[in-house]
Structure formats: structure tokens, C-alpha cells
């Protein structure tokens, strides 16, 4: 979302767009969104989301008048109950202002940071598997580095922020990346998708390793890195199949879409991967 948020950004100010902001300055109770949450409005678009709802609706609505008549910031607290129009029986503090040119490159700065900030995930295969998960996991709050060595398999929209290596130099991309970070390796090859993998095991310290195929494929693959030495711990690291709840669908935006999902539990929140992602119920 960031990274959209910062395409857009880019996009209103070379066009001349007034821009509004919408910050939750504080937020107390079960509420939609945490405090420091922030989204941006022009007179016909929005990016970003304060939580959704009427909450949301009613905030745009006023942004869009302050953008019509200025004015100075407003300051609400709204009691998400009674006649609210959401339930969740939280209360949030919301400022609406027109942020000044330097306002606005501060924000710009943020984003950038917050980019830098997100761990890394790289993305081997740039196959109908590789295109649909690109899409899906674009806007969760990582960076995602998408390599290939065929130019032409990316498609002919990439996703905003997506990092693409189109030489194929997945060595470099393995070394360089910070301890912590994650990989899916979905190649063409099942030669390539076992250096690449063995790669990654070997440097022992990848948050996520997951390899597109089936349990033989896994099995397979395990012989051959005991083989080449690989201690059980690391092998039993390796997360293949990918995106196994029991759904028997190949369909390549399908499997996207149950990747994507172990990627926010497994990656993104592995210490709360056997409980609620959000730890309580905080849907408006």
C-alpha cells in the first residue's frame, strides 16, 4: 500500500492535484485502524484507508469540502458506536489538513523509509504462477524483488514498487540479501529452483524459503541436499508444497491468492502464525 500510496502521490503532484490528508492522531479501544495510520484524498481519488466504513466515507466527505473551501485543519473524535454507523466500540482521533509542498515531500520521505524499512522477499519465476503472485503480493508491507532471465515472461504491467532483475543473476539477489528476509522459488527449471533453494538453505539465516511443487517434488529435493551435506534443520526449513490448506485448485491466480495468504502468516507475523494475525478483533 505504501508504495502505491507513493505512486499516487507522485502522480497528483505533476498533475497539480489538491491534496488532502486523513490522520488517525490517536485510537483507543477496538478500532479499525492504529494510530499513525494515514491516507490521501484529491477532489476524485483516494489512497491509502483510514479502516473503511462510515468512518472512512465521513472523513473523505470533509476532506473533500476543506479541499473545496480551505480552510484550517479539522480535529474529530468519533465513538466508533451508537449512531456512528460502525460497532466496534473504539473511539479515534482523526486531523484533516491540506499539508504545504514541504508537507507533502516529508510524506514522500516516509513512505520511502517505511519501504526501506519492510523486509525483503524475493520472488524467483516470472511464469503465469510468478506474474499472479507478483500482482497479489505487491501491496503487503514488503519489498518484493522479482527475478528472471526472460525479459519477456514479466508482462507488460509491473506492479508499483516491484523490484524486477531481468538478467536472471539470482546469485547476486541471494547474497545480498539481509538476514531475515524470505524467497519463493517457482522457476521453470526444477535444476535451477534446486541451486537456488539449496542457496538459500545454506546461508541458514532466510526467515521463509518456499518452493513451488508437489510433496515427491519436495522429497526429491531433499535427497539431493543431504547429499551435498545440508544439515535436517535447515532442509526441514524449506516450506514446499506453498500455500498447502488442502484446496486442490491450480488455477495460477488461486494459488496466488493461498500463497499470498502464508506469506502474511509465515513471513510477515511468524511469531503469531498459530493465532489471530491482528491478536483481537479489530474489524469495524
Not at 491450480?250 to 499470498?260: N, Q
Amino acid at each position: 500500500m505504501g508504495m502505491q500510496m507513493r505512486a499516487d502521490l507522485v502522480r497528483w503532484r505533476m498533475s497539480g492535484q489538491p491534496i488532502a490528508r486523513i490522520s488517525v492522531s490517536d485510537a483507543r479501544g477496538s478500532t479499525p485502524r492504529e494510530a499513525g495510520t494515514f491516507m490521501l484524498v484529491t477532489p476524485t481519488e483516494q489512497s491509502g484507508t483510514i479502516g473503511g466504513g462510515d468512518l472512512e466515507w465521513n472523513a473523505i466527505h470533509h476532506a473533500r469540502r476543506l479541499l473545496e473551501h480551505g480552510g484550517d485543519a479539522l480535529v474529530q473524535r468519533i465513538s466508533l458506536g451508537g449512531n456512528s454507523g460502525q460497532c466496534c466500540g473504539g473511539e479515534v482521533w482523526l486531523n484533516l489538513d491540506l499539508p504545504a509542498p514541504h508537507r507533502l515531500d516529508a510524506i514522500m520521505e516516509q513512505l520511502e523509509h517505511q519501504r526501506r524499512m519492510q523486509p525483503l522477499l524475493l520472488l524467483f519465476g516470472a511464469g503465469h504462477v510468478g506474474r499472479a503472485l507478483a500482482h497479489v503480493l505487491a501491496p503487503l508491507p514488503l519489498r518484493l524483488a522479482w527475478c528472471d532471465s526472460r525479459p519477456h515472461e514479466f508482462g507488460s504491467t509491473i506492479p508499483p514498487g516491484v523490484e524486477v532483475h531481468d538478467d536472471g543473476a539470482w546469485e547476486r539477489l541471494v547474497a545480498s540479501a539481509p538476514a531475515g528476509s524470505g524467497a519463493l522459488v517457482l522457476t521453470q527449471s526444477h535444476a535451477l529452483d534446486s541451486v537456488i533453494v539449496a542457496s538459500i538453505l545454506e546461508r541458514g539465516d532466510f526467515r521463509y524459503v518456499g518452493l513451488i511443487g508437489s510433496h515427491t517434488k519436495r522429497r526429491r529435493f531433499e535427497a539431493g541436499f543431504r547429499q551435498i551435506g545440508l544439515p535436517e534443520d535447515r532442509i526441514a526449513a524449506l516450506v514446499c508444497p506453498i500455500g498447502d490448506r488442502g484446496v486442490r485448485d491450480k488455477r495460477p491466480a488461486v494459488i496466488a491468492a493461498l500463497v499470498a495468504a502464508e506469506i502474511v502468516t509465515r513471513f510477515l507475523h511468524p511469531v503469531q502464525a498459530g493465532g489471530h494475525v491482528n491478536g483481537d478483533d479489530t474489524s469495524p
